[in-house]
């Protein structure tokens, strides 16, 4: 085998060593009647040439871009990912290292970090960053818990617009424990409708998305305003698209007091839904409630500039009782990608793209919009939101399947009341041709 | 080789992202504009984030010096204990990055995903084959997320049977996280004290256990590298008084086919694919934590779940008693596949694996054993746990030790972990090692048992050679500055 280094002799001589007469010796500290009576049964090992087919294989019918346009976000979203991105990631230094619990010798990662945290800080308006974790929808259930421990309160209320899937992840965070969460409905702009907020008692926070699931871009000033009313909540805002902050205002101008989401669009492929990478930021007086790793600036015995892992009190390393959360590991690498993004992006990047995001889906919009599909909500949107269909479309998208267009997200599973309506989606990876195409099939 | 590992080299300064570029630089080409603007309202209108504009080689260059900062598998021998730092097959890579799976959509129609599910569905299986547990989830993200969705399935299961149990048992040999992954699920985390030998004792846990107590966590082999031998009674006891038993499965590499874990009364085990199944571990992630059950258990795994339906596989939503969801998708379909991959390749090797991790581990024990104080001298399973003590009257502790490795070309074990031994150094070489490392590595160790006794100091002033000396982590933790 490949990846196993040993022959015959070097095991005999470990042996002689060790004082085994075999390698089944080895095992001894273990008693019988806990030992594998049967060989596993696994496929015979393939080689390198045969696991590439079989992959190849299994691969070929994916409905992948760019063979398949794919009209599809959702919380998932076809960016264009520059080749020095996937190129440096895949130096090893970065990518076969761990926890860089040795700073001396792990300064390359613990200096991306400490970038990181800053381009999420800038992007996000915030003042503190963690170093990642897993991904949106587990960010969100983590803001919402660590808002119950410095509010001191139970209850937090969840925005009817956050992704469906998220608010599921949140739902089974807080089964076993006794905080409850209730859900502010959508108003008839497709925004959060903030106007029984009164009459929900007293809230640790009130969480929102924006752009929302359905591509809304919230009102998030007068959002912060309404739940500051009571000033113990905490606002929340979460997000599925980062890059929509190239263009919008950020939530931390709007007062926002947690900020996390699902940062795949930068720079991380789509893979099937994972990994992502769980962006997590918050305001300075919060720092030390925060969940995940954080990486600090220091100097070293000579004074040059060096960066750590820091603040771990708080995790599990000391009071393993008493740890805030149960996070370890982090989504470093794919931390590590969006670093590159960003930089590869600069400031003046990421508005452009961000723009064309917009402009290309507003294009599709009011493509439809022209072949009398008008779209469900009035509140602008970023690069997705929903349009109703007559009936009779699922048939059409059935079909369109066949020529590999996937013509949006129905949302009649998610949104029993919204049985009519898709959430489509327009990226830069998808073109004006692209775009026209579509538009022509379901007209057809 | 004679002359030892490291050495010095040319290590090149590079600053902060932001104190490089110049304003209208672009790093990359954006597309064709091909479609008029839409205008927006200058009320949801931002300024843009204040990113710096950077050329590509600029960017290229940023990291390629900061990459070389760092130390890897790839770098040298990485003996962190319970980290499971093996090495990361290429081939792997090149099988996640095809874009049929690289570029796929997580709600693309089954008729569109269906290598995907295969892929997934057969790597339940194999999993389920390896720890002799028949039903799976790939769901969880990390090993601790693995750890919390067992712990939710504890609470789920014991909901289920009518009774809301308050405390979960856990040794002081198990895993960090575990006592906090207990706690979120609103458990009390009892502390088990380990034997003289460091495993388990029955009486112990026969002591705590009760019908309040949902169960134990036990890692095992545990955090001292030693097979917890009284597993069998400890399961005994507990499932007498109706609890359940939860395996930190971080510890694998050392047994894969040689224990069976359905067969020793483990009721729940998570896996770390990272470690155990050969995947990157990238700096802190991402990871993967399948978790594994009996069939009693099944209905508590979150969902969705993949299903085979004659030559077909959907996702099943349908689990009235699930715990629900833990990932807002399916979890890291991109390390579940390179796991796969890792499984495809090796087959039954994988005991071989195992074999090797072990003897390589028992090798560095006794060839340690007298320069280094051995707390617990037994044999090991595929990590074994030194301590300071012989060195402590020269004053040289294990940070010292640590530290004056890097010196010699390896990144340093795993120190002060686990807390149940003082000073403690945990070494992993795992299988993956050749002999002639594991002697370069026993003789770097022992000419630092010598410097230790000759000259402390050369152990005080280490490392000398990484870009960095010793950092000041109080300083950094006092007035934290976590950003620029």
């Known amino acids: 085998m490949r990846y196993l280094p040993h022959t015959r002799e070097d095991i005999e001589q470990m042996l002689q060593v060790v004082g085994a007469t075999d390698l089944d010796a080895l095992f001894s500290s273990i008693p019988d009647d806990c030992l594998r009576k049967k060989e596993m049964n696994l496929p015979e090992p393939l080689t390198e040439w045969e696991l590439n087919g079989h992959m190849d294989h299994l691969a070929a019918g994916m409905g992948a871009s760019p063979a398949c346009k794919v009209f599809m976000g959702a919380g998932s979203y076809n960016h264009y990912i520059p080749e020095i991105t996937r190129q440096l990631l895949l130096r090893s230094e970065f990518f076969t290292a761990y926890t860089p619990y040795q700073p001396e010798i792990s300064q390359g990662t613990l200096q991306t970090i400490f970038e990181y945290q800053t381009l999420v800080c800038r992007l996000l308006g915030m003042d503190v960053a963690n170093a990642s974790m897993y991904d949106g929808a587990s960010g969100l259930a983590e803001a919402l818990l660590m808002a119950i421990r410095v509010s001191h309160r139970k209850k937090v209320a969840v925005s009817r617009a956050v992704h469906p899937l998220y608010r599921k992840v949140v739902e089974t965070y807080f089964a076993p424990t006794d905080y409850e969460v209730v859900e502010l409905p959508v108003g008839v702009d497709g925004r959060t409708d903030f106007s029984g907020l009164k009459d929900l008692g007293e809230l640790a926070c009130v969480a929102l998305q924006s752009p929302n699931f359905f591509g809304c871009i919230e009102d998030l000033e007068s959002a912060g305003k309404a739940i500051h009313a009571d000033k113990k909540t905490l606002f929340v805002t979460a997000f599925s698209e980062p890059l929509a902050y190239g263009l919008l205002k950020n939530p931390g101008v709007c007062g926002a007091d947690i900020v996390c989401g699902e940062g795949q669009s930068f720079g991380i492929p789509q893979s099937f839904g994972g990994p992502g990478l769980g962006m997590f930021a918050a305001r300075q007086p919060y720092v030390r409630a925060m969940p995940g790793r954080l990486v600090g600036k220091t100097v070293d015995r000579d004074g040059k500039t060096g960066f750590v892992l820091t603040l771990a009190t708080r995790e599990q390393h000391i009071r393993r009782e008493k740890a805030t959360s149960n996070i370890c590991s982090n989504q470093g690498l794919c931390a590590t990608a969006s670093t590159m993004y960003m930089a590869a992006m600069g400031g003046t990047g990421i508005r452009e793209l961000s723009r064309l995001n917009r402009d290309r889906a507003e294009y599709l919009k009011a493509s439809l919009a022209g072949a009398g599909y008008a779209s469900a909500f009035t509140a602008p949107t970023f690069n997705e939101f929903v349009v109703r269909f007559p009936e009779g479309f699922s048939d059409t998208w059935q079909a369109l399947l066949k020529k590999k267009i996937v013509a949006g997200l129905h949302l009649a599973p998610w949104y029993p009341e919204l049985s009519d309506c898709w959430l489509m989606c327009v990226t830069e990876a998808i073109d004006k041709n692209d775009i026209d195409g579509l538009v022509k099939e379901v007209t057809r | ?484």
Not at chain 2, 358 to 387: R, W
Not at chain 2, 397 to 413: E, N, Q, S, V, Y
Not at chain 2, 415 to 435: Q, W
């Open chain 2, 1 to 484: 080789m004679k002359e030892k590992m490291g050495t010095t080299g040319l290590i090149f300064n590079e600053p902060l992202l932001w104190e490089k570029g110049s304003p209208g630089r672009k790093g990359l080409s954006l597309p064709r504009r091909d479609v008029a603007e839409a205008p927006l309202d200058d009320a949801l209108t931002g300024d843009g984030p204040d990113f710096p504009d950077l050329s590509e080689l600029d960017v290229v260059r940023h990291f390629t010096r900061l990459s070389q900062w760092n130390f890897g598998v790839d770098s040298g021998m990485y003996p962190l204990g319970s980290c499971t730092m093996k090495y990361n097959p290429r081939t792997n890579e090149r099988q996640a990055s095809i874009p049929g799976f690289a570029n796929a959509h997580p709600l693309l129609p089954p008729s569109l995903c269906q290598g995907a599910l295969a892929l997934m569905y057969d790597l339940q299986g194999y999993l389920a084959e390896i720890t002799g547990l028949p039903a799976v989830t790939l769901q969880p993200a990390a090993g601790a997320h693995g750890e919390l969705t067992g712990m939710l399935i504890f609470a789920a299961y014991h909901k289920h049977k009518g009774k809301v149990r308050t405390r979960v048992l856990i040794p002081d040999t198990a895993h960090g996280t575990n006592p906090a992954s207990a706690t979120l699920c609103g458990f009390t985390a009892v502390p088990v004290k380990s034997g003289a030998d460091g495993v388990l004792r029955p009486e112990s846990v026969a002591e705590l256990m009760d019908e309040d107590t949902a169960g134990i966590m036990v890692t095992n082999p545990n955090t001292l590298g030693l097979f917890e031998k009284n597993i069998r009674q400890v399961a005994a006891i507990v499932h007498e008084k109706g609890g359940l038993i939860y395996c930190d499965g971080a510890n694998m590499n050392a047994i894969m086919g040689i224990v069976n874990i359905g067969d020793i009364g483990v009721d729940v085990l998570h896996l770390n694919l990272h470690k155990t199944f050969s995947t990157p571990h990238g700096g802190g992630g991402p990871g993967a934590g399948p978790v594994c059950v009996t069939r009693q258990l099944e209905p508590f795994l979150p969902i969705p779940r993949v299903v085979k339906e004659g030559n077909s596989y959907r996702l099943d939503e349908d689990g009235p008693l699930s715990v629900g969801k833990v990932h807002a998708f399916f979890g890291n379909f991109g390390i579940l596949l390179r796991a796969c991959c890792y499984i495809l390749s090796m087959g039954n090797h994988l005991k071989q694996a195992s074999q090797y991790a072990v003897l390589n581990a028992n090798y560095i024990k006794e060839s340690l054993k007298g320069h280094y104080h051995l707390p617990y001298d037994q044999p090991c399973m595929h990590e074994c746990v030194f301590t300071d003590k012989l060195q402590q009257e020269h004053h040289v502790a294990t940070l010292d030790i640590a530290k004056r490795l890097m010196d010699h070309g390896f990144h340093p074990p795993t120190i002060y972990f686990p807390l149940v031994v003082s000073g403690a150094i945990m070494i992993e070489p795992t299988e993956t090692e050749s002999k002639e490392t594991l002697d370069q590595f026993i003789d770097a160790m022992k000419q630092i048992a010598r410097e230790a006794r000759q000259c402390p100091d050369c152990l005080h002033e280490s490392p000398q050679f990484p870009k960095v000396r010793r950092l000041d982590e109080t300083a950094a933790a006092r007035k934290p500055c976590l950003r620029g």
